[in-house]
C-alpha cells in the first residue's frame, strides 16, 4: 500500500479492522482466517501495534485467553499465560459480538483503547512536575504548584490553566479543537506542542512545534505563532509582537532550570515556585545581577550556594529557614 494509503487509513479505521479480525477468529478456526489475519498483522505496523492494544484490552476482561483470536496472535508474538475460560466469560463474547455486529465499534463504548475518563482537573505539589495522558492522546505537563481544569465534550476539548504552568502535546483532532484557557487570553491547537504560563496578571504562551493561535480575551484579537516564538499577553496593555523563545526556557519539565543572562531576581523568583524554603536577596541591586547557568529546580540550598560562590556573596538563614543572600561584608 502507498504511504498515501496508509496515511488515509486513521488509526480508528485499523482499530475497527482488528476488533473485526477479533471477533471472526473468535468463532472460526478456519486455516484460510489464520493465514489471511497473519498476513494482515504483518502487512503494516500499525496492524501489529493496534490489534496488540485491542487484544489486551479483551484479555484484561479474561475473556480471550484460549480464543482461537488469541492463539493466533500468539503465534506472531510472545505466548502469554494461560487461564480457563468460564461460560460467563464466553457469554460476554457472545454480547460483545452482538455490540459488534450492531455497528458500534467497541472501542467507541471505551472497552477498547483508552478506557481512561479525564479527571475534572489535575493538579500538582509544590516542587512536582507531573505528567498524564489524556483519553484522546494528548498529554498534559504540569509545572509545579499548576492546576488544570478538564472539560471535554463532543465537539471541543477544552482546558483551563488556573495558575501556574503546563506544556501540552496535542494530538490531532480536526473535529474537536483543543482550547487552553488562561488569564486573559486562550490558545487554540491542533496537532502541537506548546507551554503555557500563568503569573499573575501576566499569560506567556511558547511554541515548540506545529502552530497555534493566541486570542485575547477582552478584544477577540487573534495571533498566530511559529515555532520558536513567545508571546505574553498582560491585562489592560495589548499583546506586543512575538519574539524568539530562548531554547533554556524550554527545558522545565526535565527538572532543570537553565537561564541565559537573565536578571538574578528573575532566576530566583522562579526557583522559589519550587521550594517552601525561600531565596531572598537581601538588596535590590543583587537582584540585577545577571545569571548564566542551570540548577535543579527542587534544590535551593544548593543554588543558593552556587549563587553565594559565583557573585561573592555571603549566605545565612532567617528564622524560618529562608535562604538570604547578602552583598559581602568588607572585612
Do not use: C
Not at 16 to 39: G, K, N, P, R, Y
Amino acid at each position: 500500500m502507498s504511504d498515501a494509503g496508509k496515511e488515509a487509513r486513521t488509526d480508528d479505521v485499523v482499530r475497527d479492522e482488528a476488533i473485526a479480525w477479533l471477533t471472526q477468529l473468535q468463532s472460526s478456526s478456519e486455516d484460510d482466517d489464520h493465514s489471511a489475519f497473519e498476513a494482515w498483522y504483518a502487512a503494516d505496523a500499525r496492524h501489529a501495534d493496534i490489534y496488540d492494544d485491542v487484544l489486551d484490552n479483551w484479555d484484561r476482561m479474561a475473556i480471550a485467553a484460549h480464543t482461537p483470536a488469541g492463539e493466533a496472535r500468539g503465534r506472531l508474538s510472545t505466548p502469554r499465560q494461560t487461564r480457563p475460560t468460564s461460560k460467563l466469560a464466553l457469554a460476554t463474547v457472545a454480547t460483545l459480538v452482538l455490540v459488534i455486529f450492531s455497528g458500534m465499534g467497541l472501542h467507541q463504548l471505551g472497552l477498547f483503547g483508552s478506557t481512561r475518563l479525564d479527571p475534572a482537573q489535575i493538579v500538582s505539589q509544590l516542587g512536582e512536575i507531573r505528567t498524564i495522558t489524556l483519553s484522546d492522546g494528548s498529554r498534559v505537563t504540569l509545572d509545579t504548584d499548576s492546576k488544570l481544569g478538564i472539560a471535554y465534550s463532543a465537539g471541543e476539548r477544552r482546558l483551563t490553566l488556573a495558575r501556574g504552568r503546563a506544556r501540552f502535546d496535542v494530538a490531532h483532532d480536526a473535529t474537536r479543537p483543543f482550547v487552553v484557557m488562561a488569564g486573559n487570553g486562550m490558545v487554540i491547537a491542533h496537532g502541537t506542542i506548546f507551554d503555557v504560563d500563568v503569573q499573575g496578571q501576566r499569560m506567556t504562551v511558547s511554541l515548540l512545534r506545529g502552530s497555534v493561535e493566541v486570542r485575547e480575551a477582552a478584544s477577540g484579537k487573534g495571533r498566530l505563532l511559529a515555532p520558536g516564538q513567545r508571546l505574553v499577553l498582560e491585562q489592560r496593555t495589548p499583546a506586543g509582537a512575538p519574539i524568539a523563545l530562548p531554547a533554556s526556557e524550554t527545558r522545565w519539565p526535565t527538572g532543570m532550570l537553565s537561564f541565559e543572562d537573565a536578571q538574578l531576581s528573575e532566576v530566583v523568583a522562579a526557583a522559589n515556585r519550587y521550594n517552601s524554603t525561600k531565596i531572598v536577596l537581601a538588596d535590590p541591586a543583587i537582584g540585577a545581577l545577571r545569571f548564566t547557568g542551570a540548577f535543579a529546580a527542587t534544590d535551593a540550598p544548593g543554588f543558593a550556594r552556587m549563587l553565594a560562590a559565583t557573585f561573592n556573596l555571603d549566605l545565612s538563614r532567617d528564622d524560618h529557614g529562608n535562604l538570604i543572600l547578602a552583598a559581602r561584608r568588607s572585612s
